[in-house]
């Protein structure tokens, strides 16, 4: 019995089933006895120990190189400061809060947070998509993923931020934060998503913060887990509105840029920071330098605890230009006074012609270049001034609109016997209803239309033609509202006009045109408006002035000149003409620029560093257009010095002969209409016989007028212009005026004249050029027809300060001139600045310390009297050294342009001799 049990008991512990359950089980028994000693018996210990190591890889930033003027004088650097860092991987009870704090003590101590969100907020309050379709785009697709949904990528910026901030995204409590406070927790709520899957790296929301900053964060720590004060190096521009155009700005890199920076290098991300225009853009490859990395062990809560692996960046290779930093801003600043020299000579009492200008136009330029803030004047209910202004404002604009509905609805009457403002205001209503497209008339109808035309006429009053607009199917019955029903005329008329009243009732453009009648008829004072440029801080404060203005013992004509001549007033604020204007200066022989002048200019340092959007907006609504680049992108017409080229074309061609002398008769009638002289058109007189040295002297353009005609007949009797058009194409062409100038910035491309050969010669016609356009042809005249490419690189060194690349004179042709020609033609400029022989500048160059060879342009293109002014030439006469160019759109006259140049030679020689002590090597030490 016994031995069979055992027998039994044998088997089953030897069953397969059995061995495997005893080992099951001894292998749990030790799992749990392991587990116990280590949670139990240890596990306070193996808890206070305890890291949990992951291996992750992070980029390592390098330093973008510098860029330098020629003598090593920094023009764009890095500069170490304090940033505002945020771990996202920290936990936090009520993110949203602690972000709006941390924004409160940033902003409370003068510093601002980055904010690359592409939403603002515009002057009523609204929420606006700050830049372009393709960026707009990009922020809905970084939101909603790629499968973005049609619904989505058509969301407005309010309905945006709305679903930013609700319960799938952000949750922003409602009604808990103003607008303002909202955009600003989102921007930074937004560049933290952005980095959602990278929660090791720290996101940058501030930068170059002050003492305050740093100590009031320090302070409340606590309040901040995941927050750190980082020193980082960011870009700065010393003195950057003088160079803006030319060195440009970086910012966060785009799609397109993406793509093509990786055709140069793989390791570009899209996080990058990268040049947007300028030398920054143009150079970015050298610039940028190699980024490191490392491979870094991280906890379970993100913190880096050790580093495995690193490669150190590599510094990006600075970049020196040609550009002398010191003429550079001297020809910035003698431009700048000599624009607010003119602007203030067209300011008087009462005008007499449509030059002149009246202090109420300067503070109504104030209005439409939005220097006045009127937002400020509606929400400034302290000032009693501010005050009184609104409150005029509001009678007014009701005034007006109830003018304008009874005109519609009651008081029909013909344009013409409205008063000179209710007319205007009507012209303003039917401007605004063609812009919004509720009125589409046809071209052909337009032609046929009598009512129409009676209209434009203002034989027949508003109503009457918005009848016969309804009528005519003119009204764009959507646009007002109305669906597919139908409608009878009157009904529809009804309609119309109560879209009318509203539509205009708050419209931005509607404010300014109130505000301007209030200040053209006096309603608001020239005082009151001084008062207001004072209180609203656009003129620094000065109480004696200000008693000055008070007590009526200073004029308001008298006030206003003042501050803009003493450029507390600059033209670039106004931006009544002449506004800008752009100076060339190169070598003659090398074909480097030295200097590259547009004016007016902008503050580079706000666009880096984070984008200040405030700013970007008003650059972008600028009326004076800051940011366009006038000295490689502002084609006019180049007037009168344009005539070297007619003589040169006329010796070579032997239309003319070097000592042969033509009779100035005033007015050239050979052609139809004729071509009148300068001195013909003012007091009718003319200079008699001129030789070609007389004709370049005088400028007379009866002179060159017959040397065109005569080459455009010297086939045959017959006048044919397109034979002058084309030797006057082929001479211009030898002066590189057929092709850009070669300079490493984008630029425009020339035009020679293509009609008109008698006003061609005249540099009229449709000749085209811009400011670097003529100083190279100028430089070729100089130097004997050498055609050098412009250049602004000089080289490119590396970290260790070996020279990467040296820039060479690039020689693009080489033009064969008669030498005898050349110089009769060199005299005939020297003449236009010195001697006795009526040359058009030689007051203004009458003891100038250097030999002056110049030409004097003016260029009609606005039937308003402001001509477009020129001033092109070199120096020294006796050995050339230097060209340049003056252009100055609408400076009225050609002496305002020679001015300029003048001073800018005067900074060039002066400064000659001291820029030896400034060297590449210098800059070493």
Known sequence: MIKKAFKHILKFFTHRLSILTIIIIFMFSVLINRLFTLQIIQGEEHLNSFTLRIIKERDLGTTRGNIYDRYGRPLAVNQLAYSVIIDDSYDVDDKNEMIHELITIIEKNGDNIINDLPIIINEVGEYEFLGNNTRITRFKRDIFGQNIKDEQLEMNAREMLEYMGGDKFFKLAPDRYSKEEALKIIAIRYALYLNRYYKYRPETI?????????????????????????????????????????????????????????????????????????????????????????????????????????????????????????????????????????????????????????????????????????????????????????????????????????????????????????????????????????????????????????????????????????????????????????????????????????????????????????????AISNKDMILLIYEQGILEYDEEMIGKVLSNSIMPIDFIKDKILNLEITPKQLALEPYSGSVVVTDVHSGEVLALVSYPSYDNNRLVNGMDNAYWVELNTDLSTPMFHRALQQRTAPGSTFKMISALAGLSEGVIRPNETIRDEGLFTKISPPVSTWAWGRNRTTAGHLNVIDAIAYSCNYFFSEVAFRLSTRESRNYNSALGINYLGKYATMFGLDQRTGIELPEYSPQISNQDAVRSSIGQGTNNFTSAHLTRYMATLANGGTINQLRIIDKIVNPNKTVHEQRETEVHGISEFNEQHLNIIREGMYFVTNGTRRGTAVSLFRGFPVTVAGKTGTAQERVDGLSHALFSGYAPYENPEVAITVVIPNGMSSNEAAIVAREVLRHYFALNNTNEKFSYENTLR
Request: proline residues 2%; glycine residues 4%; without cysteine.
């Open 206 to 522: 501030a930068i170059d913060i002050n003492e305050r900053t740093l100590a009031a964060i320090k302070e409340n720590s606590i309040k901040f887990p995941g927050v750190s004060i980082l020193q980082d190096p960011i870009r700065v521009y010393p003195e950057g509105e003088y160079f803006a155009h030319i060195i440009g700005y970086t910012g966060s890199i785009t799609e397109s840029q993406l793509q093509q920076l990786r055709l140069h290098d793989e390791t570009y991300d899209q996080n990058d920071i990268v040049g947007q225009i300028g030398i920054e853009s143009e150079m970015e490859v050298y610039l940028r330098g190699s980024t490191g990395a490392e491979k870094v062990f991280v906890n379970s809560l993100g913190k880096t605890i050790d580093v495995a692996e690193r490669i150190d960046p590599v510094p990006g290779k600075d970049v020196y230009l040609t550009i002398d930093k010191q003429l550079q801003v001297g020809a910035y600043n003698e431009l700048e006074k000599q624009l607010a020299t003119i602007l203030a000579r067209r300011i008087v009492n009462n005008k007499s012609s449509n030059t002149d200008l009246v202090v109420s136009d300067v503070f109504m330029a104030f209005l439409n270049n939005n220097i006045i803030s009127l937002r400020e004047i509606e929400r400034n209910v302290e000032s009693e001034l501010q005050k009184n202004i609104y409150d005029k404002y509001i009678n007014k604009k009701d005034s007006l609109l109830n003018n304008i509905e009874r005109q519609l609805k009651d008081e029909a009457r013909s344009i013409m016997l409205l008063n000179s403002e209710l007319r205007d205001f009507t012209k303003y209503v039917y401007n605004h209803l063609l812009s919004q497209q509720v009125i589409v008339i046809s071209a052909e109808n337009r032609n046929r239309d009598s009512v129409y035309r009676s209209f434009m006429n203002e034989s027949i009053s508003f109503k009457e033609f918005l009848e016969h607009a309804i009528v005519s199917n003119y009204i764009d019955l959507e646009r007002i509202g109305l669906s597919s029903n139908y409608y009878n005329n009157d009904e529809i008329y009804n309609i119309l006009v109560d879209f009318i009243i509203s539509s205009i009732r708050n419209n931005r453009e509607l404010e300014k045109k109130v505000y301007s009648y209030l200040i053209e008829s006096h």
